[in-house]
Structures are given as structure tokens and as C-alpha cells.
């Protein structure tokens, strides 16, 4: 015990006896409201470490349950996500079923309407990778009576014709390719001339003179001539007229989607098929004029 010095003792002696008769005055005197004075500076001196600590605890309280509930909310969302990814693609599932409904909607029309034409409905299963042939594969083949050069068609016009034929799948060489061509003929002027491809989206028509009148817009169909395709088929419209020399330079744009192909019609005759010829609205392709080939 540290010494206190004998000159400091009686003031030591003095401080302890005054601080003493001050706690004791303090357990006597009394407020009226707030009972004892020593019981009043008790709370005074201890209330503020009591403020301090429920401060402290109550916000690492929150802090606490605001970390779990954060925890929760972060499951929550990720199932959430989870849940939403796996309806977009239901819907998108749902979409394409739909439309693949639609389309075959569409092919058993035409069917109906042709009933006398024998003709086989395929199913598009692969298309050419490179841009040097322009072809796509069939999942029908010989066992359902298709053979090479036989024409292939959607309800909307001229697809192209059997290059190959295998047991169970057949290949067929879409009228963009350079190699393809069709015998055509302008269908308000009757003028014949063959229609080909050049590798890209547009067709071109060879060998119409300077002098013959072509109009943007006209209908170009199937003359019959190349012994593929039975006559008046939609093959295209007239998209763009340049002069040349010594023929016009004329563009067509296919009546079929041939670069959305998912279903088509091989053709097992040369019998021929009307089709609608009515005035269709800007900018659509001509159609059947009642639904559907004969498609087995």
C-alpha cells in the first residue's frame, strides 16, 4: 500500500471525514420526488454507461438481424431468379409450339384444298454451312416416294428441287443457290424467261429484252416448262429493274421464306395447282388459295 507522507496524513484524515459526513448527510436528506439524495447521484453517475450500453447493444442487435435477414432476401431473390429464367423459357417453349402449330395449321389447309395432288409433308432437319451451296436436308426419303429433281414447295410459293435422295432423308437445293434456276414467266404479261439464284437473298430472271415491259412489283410464277414444277406457282415478286445489255437486269425476291424453312411440300407429280392470285396486301407474299396439299 503506497505510503502517504506524514505531513499530507491529517489532510487525508480531514478529506476522508468530510467526504464521509457527505455520504451520510446525502442517505439522510431526502427529495421529495426523487427519494434520497445518494440514491440521486447514484442513478445521475450510472446513467450514462447504462445509455451508452443500450445504444451499443442495440445496434449490434440490428446490425445482427438486418445480416440474417439480408441473408434470407439474397435466398429469396436467387429463387426468385431461379423461378423467372424457368418460366421465360417455358413461355418461349409455349411460343414455338405455337407457331409450329400454326405453320402445320397452314400446310393441312393447303393439303385439303389439293386433295387430288399427291404430295409428302417434310420436316426442315439441317441446312448447308457454307454460302458455296445452298441446300437443306428433308426427314423424308426414298420410302416415301421422293426421288431426285421432284420440286419442293411451301404454301406460300417455290422452294427449290431434290438434288439427293436417301433411304429416310433427302436433300434439297434451295433457288438462291447459283446452280438452281426454275422456268418462269411474268404472270400479268406472260412473258417466259428462267429464274436462278446467285447465291444471295434476291433472285435474278435472265434473258428479258430492254424493249418488254416490266413492272416493280408483278407477280412472277411457274411456267411449267422445266418439267419440275406444275405452272402458276408463286416463284417471287419483281424487286428491282435495271437496263442492261443486251437483257434487263431484274431481281426477285422469293414468295417462299427460304431462309426460315422448318416445314415443306415435296411435290410427287406435275399435276398442276391453283393458286390464289387476288390482290394481297403491301408487302405480302402470295398465298394458297385454300389451304393444303395431299401431305402423307
Known amino acids: 500500500?503506497?505510503?502517504?507522507?506524514?505531513?499530507?496524513?491529517?489532510?487525508?484524515?480531514?478529506?476522508?471525514?468530510?467526504?464521509?459526513?457527505v455520504l451520510l448527510l446525502a442517505v439522510q436528506i431526502k427529495r421529495d420526488s426523487q427519494g434520497r439524495l445518494i440514491r440521486v447521484w447514484t442513478?445521475?453517475?450510472?446513467?450514462?454507461?447504462?445509455?451508452?450500453?443500450?445504444?451499443?447493444?442495440?445496434w449490434f442487435r440490428?446490425?445482427?438481424?438486418?445480416?440474417?435477414?439480408?441473408q434470407n432476401t439474397t435466398k429469396e431473390n436467387e429463387q426468385l431468379r431461379r423461378e423467372n429464367e424457368a418460366l421465360k423459357l417455358q413461355i418461349a417453349q409455349l411460343q414455338g409450339k405455337a407457331a409450329e402449330a400454326d405453320r402445320l395449321a397452314v400446310l393441312l389447309n393447303f393439303r385439303k384444298t389439293h386433295a387430288e395432288v399427291p404430295m409428302v409433308g417434310a420436316r426442315v432437319i439441317g441446312a448447308s454451312a457454307g454460302s458455296?451451296?445452298?441446300?437443306?436436308?428433308?426427314?423424308?426419303?426414298?420410302?416415301?416416294?421422293?426421288?431426285?429433281?421432284?420440286?419442293?414447295?411451301?404454301?406460300?410459293?417455290?422452294?427449290?428441287?431434290?438434288?439427293?435422295?436417301?433411304?429416310?432423308?433427302?436433300?434439297?437445293?434451295l433457288?438462291?443457290?447459283?446452280e438452281s434456276g426454275v422456268g418462269a414467266m411474268l404472270a400479268d404479261s406472260r412473258i417466259q424467261s428462267p429464274v436462278g439464284g446467285v447465291g444471295e437473298p434476291l433472285l435474278t430472271m435472265k434473258y428479258v429484252p430492254n424493249d418488254d415491259t416490266v413492272n416493280l412489283g408483278e407477280r412472277v410464277i411457274t411456267s411449267g416448262m422445266d418439267r419440275i414444277f406444275p405452272r402458276d406457282l408463286p416463284v417471287g415478286?419483281?424487286?428491282e429493274i435495271k437496263p442492261g445489255n443486251p437483257f434487263k437486269e431484274i431481281r426477285i425476291k422469293?414468295?417462299?421464306?427460304?431462309?426460315?424453312?422448318?416445314?415443306?411440300?415435296?411435290?410427287?407429280?406435275?399435276?398442276?395447282?391453283?393458286?390464289k392470285k387476288d390482290a394481297e396486301p403491301a408487302g405480302a407474299q402470295p398465298v394458297a388459295s385454300n389451304p393444303s396439299p395431299v401431305v402423307r
Open 132 to 173: 458455296a451451296s445452298q441446300t437443306i436436308q428433308l426427314d423424308r426419303g426414298e420410302r416415301d416416294g421422293i426421288r431426285r429433281n421432284m420440286g419442293v414447295i411451301t404454301p406460300d410459293g417455290v422452294v427449290g428441287k431434290v438434288v439427293e435422295v436417301y433411304p429416310n432423308t433427302s436433300q434439297v437445293l
Open 43 to 58: 442513478v445521475g453517475a450510472v446513467s450514462p454507461f447504462e445509455r451508452a450500453g443500450s445504444y451499443g447493444f442495440g
Open 175 to 178: 433457288l438462291t443457290d447459283k
Open 1 to 21: 500500500m503506497v505510503g502517504v507522507p506524514s505531513r499530507h496524513r491529517s489532510l487525508v484524515l480531514l478529506a476522508g471525514v468530510i467526504l464521509l459526513q
Open 62 to 70: 440490428n446490425v445482427w438481424h438486418h445480416y440474417f435477414a439480408l
Open 237 to 239: 415478286i419483281i424487286a
Open 254 to 275: 422469293p414468295a417462299a421464306n427460304l431462309e426460315r424453312l422448318e416445314e415443306v411440300l415435296v411435290l410427287l407429280t406435275l399435276h398442276p395447282l391453283e393458286m
